[in-house]
């Protein structure tokens, strides 16, 4: 995996200084700049943008993980709890069966 990470970020460079550098080759040094400006400033801004998304997440498995919990302590037949919760949490219409 890190591998395919590695070789994903290589080409994205690679990509983006290729592009740099043919707009300065064109003579388009504002658009280069400024390429090179906005893509560090979103590289930088994108880990502490995604907050909101995250504390949501969170709250969704902390719920998920509640209700199995709950399911399980108060469930008779503890091999079947899992399975119940998951129909209740995204009912019988989306949950493939084998």
Same mark, same amino acid.
């Given at each position: 995996?890190?591998?395919?990470?590695?070789?994903?970020?290589?080409?994205?460079?690679?990509?983006?200084?290729? #592009?740099?550098?043919? /707009?300065? $080759? #064109?003579?388009?040094?504002?658009?280069?700049?400024?390429?090179? %400006?906005?893509? %560090?400033? /979103?590289?930088?801004?994108?880990?502490?943008? &995604?907050?909101? /998304?995250?504390?949501?997440? $969170?709250?969704? %498995? /902390? #719920? +998920?993980?509640?209700?199995?919990? #709950?399911?399980?302590?108060?469930?008779?037949?503890?091999?079947?709890?899992?399975? &119940?919760?998951?129909?209740?949490?995204?009912?019988?219409?989306? +949950?493939?069966?084998?």
């Amino acid at each position: 995996m890190a591998g395919t990470a590695f070789v994903g970020a290589y080409t994205t460079f690679s990509t983006w200084m290729l #592009e740099t550098q043919r /707009l300065g $080759e #064109e003579r388009q040094t504002w658009a280069a700049a400024a390429n090179i %400006v906005v893509s %560090v400033a /979103l590289g930088i801004a994108a880990p502490f943008s &995604d907050n909101g /998304l995250r504390s949501s997440y $969170e709250r969704a %498995v /902390l #719920e +998920v993980d509640q209700l199995l919990r #709950e399911r399980q302590r108060t469930a008779g037949d503890s091999s079947r709890f899992l399975a &119940d919760s998951m129909l209740d949490l995204f009912g019988k219409s989306n +949950v493939a069966t084998a």
